[in-house]
């Protein structure tokens, strides 16, 4: 498993802003006039002419954000893998099988739920094709975790990628990127993340196959 924070933005992306209220009254000119003798003023045109009038003003609060992304890569043996075998942390198995992915990518942040969008997609490269060629896009499994899709080659529909059958013996790495993560600010991103447990290539696959054709004849 290979954890990932390093990367961390502070945006200035939003202003907090209240009105703050200021009153005044229009006053009508003196013309009050008693009509009808009933002591009260019942005509007053000034008056039906006078109102309340807001000269207020927005007043702002400048307010920063941060945000950092937490990624967990694991790659591991897919379960139907019969050659897998483990030392020490590390794994070696056959070229041609399985290898299954899990990837969690959560975002540490103080700002509020609405002013961004978790990582929406992640991109897996595989070294036989020299990490450029071909790719394999991760389905996305709940808000925070990708996995390889159902692969239909599989006898178990397992989310597996499988090694090529003539891959040399010696490391295997897969490289994955997160994107699609977005903010006010922007796309934010992790790239060329690399898991750090160790998946062996040994290339038995041709030998075992050897073995039970000759068993078989």
Excluded at 49 to 77: C, H, Q, R
Excluded at 142 to 165: A, D, I, Q, V, W
Excluded at 188 to 198: E, S
Aim: net charge negative; aromatic share 18%.
């Amino acid at each position: 498993m290979v954890t990932s924070s390093d990367y961390v933005w502070n945006s200035h992306w939003v202003w907090e802003s209240d009105w703050k209220k200021k009153y005044y009254t229009t006053y009508h000119s003196p013309g009050c006039q008693d009509t009808d003798g009933d002591g009260a003023n019942d005509y007053c045109p000034g008056h039906r002419k006078s109102k309340w009038v807001d000269y207020g003003e927005w007043t702002y609060t400048y307010e920063t954000y941060f945000a950092s992304m937490n990624v967990d890569l694991d790659i591991f043996p897919d379960e139907h893998n019969s050659t897998t075998k483990e030392s020490f942390g590390e794994y070696t198995i056959g070229s041609g099988y399985g290898i299954d992915i899990e990837v969690t990518a959560g975002i540490a942040t103080n700002a509020p739920s609405s002013h961004y969008e978790v990582a929406q997609n992640v991109i897996t490269y595989f070294p036989e094709f020299n990490y450029r060629t071909y790719w394999r896009l991760l389905e996305k499994i709940n808000s925070t975790r990708f996995e390889f899709k159902e692969n239909r080659y599989s006898t178990f529909n397992s989310r597996t990628h499988f090694t090529p059958l003539a891959y040399p013996d010696g490391k295997y790495e897969v490289y994955v990127n997160i994107i699609d993560c977005y903010t006010p600010d922007g796309m934010y991103r992790q790239q060329g993340i690399k898991h750090n447990v160790t998946i062996n290539i040994c290339n038995i696959t041709f030998e075992v196959l050897y073995l039970k054709y000759k068993t078989l004849y």
